[in-house]
């Protein structure tokens, strides 16, 4: 490794880049982790794209349930995309350097994506709830105007948050080892790099994990429980299979998110270690996006008719 460049800042001193150290230090794991993480990005970026293009050119799709999950996919995208191709360049890099101002970029986009993500998936929890519980008055209820907002606040309150993180993040100092040991530049490894007062960033951790974290888990397990109670008046076996079928696959990505996210960034500082905070990134930068895909549509007649004709019509339009 290349030493670190500082700038000099009165007696403190400042990195103007980091050393991402990546999953693995062992050079015998690098060509491996390689295949199966850009076998994955493809995977992200194949289903995703797919399922967006495949709500968008079907009409019987456009309705508000397959307008949250289209956006849902694009974001899933989005936050793989942040990460994971700085990712495979440094596993064939030698100096797998990320500059101060990048790091802060990838962090600012990692947060902005993945608040967007968090509330998106509370949001179709709540479209679920009406769907099931209020289905005379769903149309009326979920609005075309009442969706839009519910999809463009998630992204001006998340451009704050990130922001706040960002600019808290600049006004720190990083006096010694500039090897950040993760794949990405993510906030709680580099606080813990910091030799700064990290107090004030860590408040806004928590306040801003139980507002992205905690509190959207809690609406969803709300609404679940009406749904549950709902779905259990209903007379027929056949009606509440059907119900209880369309919320499998969002619990599935609920559990899957949120189980990890919860334990990063809400748990004791104390049981935090280095491999179980790689661990839980890659399921939620990675996993989770390549999975969605296949959870929304393996169990979605209608997603997976929408899908067959896309691909169709593309055999048929081929020379």
């Known amino acids: 490794l290349s030493f670190p460049r500082y700038m000099e800042l009165g007696n403190k001193t400042n990195a103007q880049e980091f050393f991402l150290m990546g999953l693995s230090d062992k050079p015998e794991q690098q060509p ?8 994955m990005y493809l995977v992200i970026l194949t289903g995703n794209l797919l399922i ?9 799709l456009h309705t508000p349930m397959y307008f949250f999950l289209s956006n849902l996919s694009f974001v899933d995208l989005c936050l793989a995309t942040n990460t994971v191709p700085k990712m495979l360049a440094n596993i064939q890099s030698k100096t797998k350097s990320i500059s101060y ?3 802060l970029t990838q962090m600012y986009f990692f947060h902005f994506f993945g608040i967007v993500d968090s509330v998106l998936i509370t949001v179709m929890a709540y479209d679920r709830f009406v769907a099931i519980c209020h289905p005379l008055h769903y149309t009326t209820i979920m609005s075309p105007r009442l969706c839009g907002l519910m999809v463009g606040l998630p992204w001006l309150f998340s451009i704050v948050i990130s922001l706040a993180h ?18 990405f530049c993510d906030l709680t490894p580099l606080l813990r ?36 109670v709902a779905i259990l008046k209903v007379p027929s076996a056949g009606g509440r299979k059907k119900a209880f079928s369309t919320c499998s696959s969002h619990l599935s990505v609920v559990a899957l998110l949120y189980g990890t996210t919860i334990g990063v960034y809400l748990s004791p500082s104390s049981i935090h270690t280095t491999v179980k905070d790689k661990a839980s990134a890659v399921m939620y930068t990675v996993v989770t996006p390549m999975l969605n895909p296949f959870i929304y549509s393996l169990r979605n007649r209608d997603l997976k008719g929408a899908l067959k004709k896309l691909i169709n019509r593309k055999i048929v339009s081929s020379p």
């Open 193 to 228: 790099l910091s030799c700064s007062d990290t107090t004030v960033n860590k408040i806004l951790v928590l306040i801003v994990g139980g507002m992205v974290i905690v509190t959207p888990f809690l609406c969803i397990l709300a609404s679940y429980a009406r749904i549950v």
């Open 52 to 60: 967006i293009v495949a709500i968008g050119s079907d009409s019987h």
């Open 166 to 183: 960002t600019l808290l993040m600049s006004r720190l100092y990083f006096c010694a080892s500039t090897e950040l040991p993760h794949f």
């Open 101 to 103: 101002v990048c790091c």
């Open 32 to 39: 491996l982790l390689f295949a199966i993480f850009l076998c």
